[in-house]
């Protein structure tokens, strides 16, 4: 079918019903004309639904995703007992299929939740590269249908072991972008070693440079003004983008302030993970606890991109997830206290607009003369849709219908 009708479809904050005709894959008309439309045409009537383009999935592992209490579950919860468990996993487990298998079934599960675009990282500081010539394969097999960049992510530092030669072979294998974990250096001084070679092998290759930062409850953790001041140095404006930074959130208000205005004035892009980080962050120490994930609010109001993500899977560092970016947006919610008006609009442009801008994606969104990728919600609106999460009811790739979820319906019999 090379022409595709969608019809009585909402976009959020507009009352007025729309009709999109896509043809050979892209969007060439959107207006009110669906009574002139030709009856060979496939149509879709969208009525009580609205349109919004695909999720971005903009933080995740696919190399532990799924791994879940093998070879024991994590007994601790902990971050530390995790990179442990992972590494047995590593020696133990790990060949080529089984992560080939593994992101596959992640892949699909969140086509169904409405991702078609995804950044993973893969750990190259491992025993062997297996995770990496996967992914690779992965990102490959699944192109006609999925958008996949991938991170290499030294776990275990760039500055001891081998993660430079290792960071430099993945970038010869054709990653899309590299990181470093400066927070994970043994001294200050060589975390910041590690954030200047990041810098240096990206701006000479030409990656783009995600970095953990300051994914801690340590206040002295201060390796955000690192990054952002190198960002400045080497004009990498909109190339950079760092994940999670926590400690953010423990900073004395002066230097919180100075530090996030440094993050804005640099154009960096920020990454929070709220499932992961509600769990795995403010364990240690007195009460009252951290909320767990960094000072969003403060970064929003600031003008700076801010996108939400799932992170781990049913992996030895998270022992729950569904794929849905939704469930992360609801606990995204809860712990940022973003439950005010206009709130959910926003909250939902972290998951999909915002995460777009940091992946440097083109032709996003819905509108003419872009591919036709969108998705199509049994939901009157962001508030409704975040409260509730459900599926979409169609995910359309190029203009080809790659999942369809019936709506759940429930009779009651009282
Ligand atoms: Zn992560």
Aim: contains cysteine; negative net charge; charged residues 20%.
């Amino acid at each position: 079918m090379s022409e595709l009708l969608i019809c009585n479809a909402r976009f959020i904050g507009d009352e007025q019903l729309y009709d999109i005709r896509i043809r050979h894959g892209k969007i060439i008309e959107i207006g009110q004309f669906s009574r002139m439309c030709k009856e060979e045409v496939k149509i879709i009537d969208a009525t009580n639904q609205f349109l919004l383009p695909p999720f971005v999935e903009s933080h995740i592992h696919l190399d532990t995703a799924l791994t879940y209490g093998k070879p024991f579950v994590n007994h601790s919860g902990g971050l530390s007992e995790g990179i442990s468990i992972w590494g047995q996993y590593q020696r133990d487990y790990l060949n080529e299929e089984d992560v080939e298998l593994r992101a596959k079934s992640v892949i699909e599960s969140m086509i169904e939740y409405g991702v078609l675009y995804m950044r993973s990282m893969v750990d190259i500081t491992a025993y062997s590269q297996v995770g990496l010539h996967a992914l690779l394969k992965v990102k490959e097999e699944v192109k006609d249908y999925f958008d996949l960049q991938l991170i290499a992510f030294p776990q275990l530092g760039l500055i001891h072991g081998n993660g430079v030669e290792r960071l430099k072979e993945a970038i010869s294998l054709g990653v899309d972008g590299i990181s470093c974990v400066p927070h994970l250096e043994n001294t200050r001084e060589e975390g910041i070693k590690s954030i200047q070679m990041c810098f240096q092998i990206a701006k000479s290759e030409g990656k783009a440079l995600h970095i953990f930062c300051d994914e801690t409850d340590d206040a002295d953790s201060k390796f955000l003004e690192v990054v952002a001041s190198l960002a400045i140095e080497h004009r990498l404006s909109e190339q950079v983008t760092v994940s999670h930074i926590n400690a953010l959130a423990y900073y004395n208000e002066s230097y919180a302030q100075k530090v996030i205005s440094l993050v804005k004035r640099a154009h960096l892009h920020v990454v929070t993970a709220p499932l992961i980080s509600s769990v795995v962050q403010g364990r240690l120490g007195e009460w009252p606890k951290s909320r767990g994930i960094t000072r969003v609010k403060d970064l929003v109001e600031a003008g700076v991109n801010v996108a939400c993500a799932h992170d781990d899977f049913l992996s030895p560092f998270y022992p729950l997830g569904t794929g849905s970016p939704l469930q992360a947006g609801y606990m995204f919610i809860h712990l940022a206290h973003m439950t005010g008006k206009d709130d959910f609009d926003k909250v939902l442009k972290m998951l999909t607009t915002n995460a777009a801008r940091l992946l440097g994606l083109s032709n996003y969104g819905i509108d003419i003369g872009h591919p036709a990728n969108l998705l199509i919600f049994p939901a009157k609106d962001a508030h409704d849709l975040l409260r509730r999460q459900p599926k979409p009811s169609y995910v359309i790739h190029n203009g080809r219908i790659v999942a369809q979820t019936i709506p759940e319906q429930t009779t009651l019999t009282l």
